[in-house]
């Protein structure tokens, strides 16, 4: 498996600013999101964990949808970008 490949800081800037887009149209879903939020940071799992003071497993755990994180935990994630915790509507499937 490739090795994960930091991004430049206009790579960085494109991630948020689509990633900030998708949040507006409500296509942003766990525990997708907070993957996509880590990497428009351009940080590593471990790198994550310790902005948020969690472990590497906890953020690997959320990403990939097995564990269930507290409120609290979610909020924070969300604040690093600017977003709140909040309810949206379901669109049709």
């Not at 930091?6 to 942003?28: F, I, M, S």
């Not at 428009?40 to 994180?69: D, H, S, W, Y």
């Amino acid at each position: 498996m490739a090795r994960w490949k930091k991004p430049t800081n206009e790579e960085v800037l494109e991630n948020r600013r689509a990633l900030a887009e998708r949040a507006r149209k409500g296509d942003l879903r766990l525990p997708g999101a907070v993957a996509e939020i880590r990497k428009g940071f351009g940080m590593t799992q471990e790198e994550f964990a310790k902005t948020l003071a969690l472990t590497r497993r906890q953020v690997a755990e959320i990403e990939a949808g097995t564990a269930n994180p507290t409120l609290e935990t979610l909020d924070r994630i969300g604040r690093l970008f600017g977003f709140g915790i909040g309810f949206i509507p379901r669109t049709s499937q």
